[in-house]
């Protein structure tokens, strides 16, 4: 069974605190993941932000419009029970708590008329939606994050070879190895180089070295390649290696890695967009939103 849909949650929501018991928020997740029959598997994905499950939030949401409607009330902070007016939408027998059931109170029409004003997200455009409004815009930032990072992608590829091997140490960097730019690593490249494009310290101090290779390639790298490239490290006495392509690796490549000794780190081309986007090489930020909840710590009276 896929994750329900918020506005789906809401009548199995209200029926279970139908008992008239004040139900403290994280109380109701597993009654309702049981009522939907959900796979652990299912229980445990995860909204794009990472910070709760997708079920979690879907369940929250029908909570949070359910209150709006004025069908439960919050008893203190975190803790809700079903309202007079709740039980007498249940004695209605409905088939399905939505939006179009919530519109007949006036509280809910006023909620959804401050939403619309405030947002561009508002309940009547994610209606049609199994996504709460937290997920749609955090689907939309991870749409626009997979764009950018497609273009990187394009423009490393029209780049030379040799600025794609400064690229990547210039990564590395920003993520932490090597101190500063000017003595973190250097940039070897050419022929002779023993198969190695870089070297860069592990850390400030430079007790340990890791040797790179960068591979603009739009084909899959394969076992072949890396384990070259092991051979390299053996032939520098290196225990640490980071081989970066802009295409993929074969399943063999990623296997091989997991057998040896030495320590390899494969990167492909999304893994390594990513890691730019989120180290602030090659991209600017453009706008910043911030998400707010209330903080009903404040309100609690000593």
């Known amino acids: 069974m896929a994750i329900p849909g918020y506005q789906d949650v809401m009548l199995p929501l209200l029926q279970l605190m139908s008992n008239d018991r004040v139900y403290q928020n994280k109380e109701v997740f597993e009654p309702m ?10 229980r445990a994905v995860m909204i794009p932000s990472g910070r709760r499950t997708a079920f979690q939030s879907r369940v929250a949401w029908a909570r949070t419009y359910l209150f709006q ?13 079903i309202t007079e007016r709740g039980h007498s939408v249940l004695k209605s027998s409905p088939e399905r708590i939505d939006f179009n059931l919530l519109r007949q109170f006036p509280e809910f029409r006023s909620f959804e008329g401050r939403t619309a004003k405030k947002s561009s997200i508002n309940t009547t455009e994610s209606e049609g939606s199994q996504a709460t409004p937290q997920e749609l815009m955090a689907a939309g930032y991870q749409e626009v994050r997979q764009q950018v990072a497609q273009g990187l992608l ?4 029209d780049s030379a070879p040799e600025f794609f091997e400064q690229l990547v140490v210039d990564l590395l960097v920003a993520m932490g190895y090597g101190g500063s730019r000017a003595d973190a690593g250097q940039a070897v490249g050419g022929s002779g180089d023993g198969g190695i494009d870089g070297i860069i310290k592990e850390d400030k101090l430079g007790l340990d070295a ?6 603009r390639w739009e084909s899959p790298v394969g076992r072949p390649v890396v384990q070259a ?13 980071v081989m970066i392509t802009t295409s993929t690796f074969s399943r063999d490549a990623e296997q091989y890695v997991g057998m040896i000794e030495k320590r390899i780190v494969l990167i492909d081309g999304e893994q390594l967009a990513q890691l730019m986007i989120d180290h602030g090489i090659g991209v600017s ?3 910043t939103y911030t998400l707010y909840r209330i903080d009903y710590d404040y309100f609690t009276e000593e």
């Open 33 to 42: 993941a049981a009522h939907f029959e959900l796979s652990e598997s299912e």
């Open 69 to 81: 409607a004025g069908l439960i009330e919050r008893v203190s902070r975190g803790h809700y029970r």
């Open 154 to 157: 394009h423009q490393i590829k």
């Open 210 to 215: 890791v040797y790179l290779q960068a591979k």
């Open 229 to 241: 490239f092991a051979g390299s490290l053996e032939g520098h006495r290196a225990r640490k290696g």
């Open 285 to 287: 930020a453009e706008e």
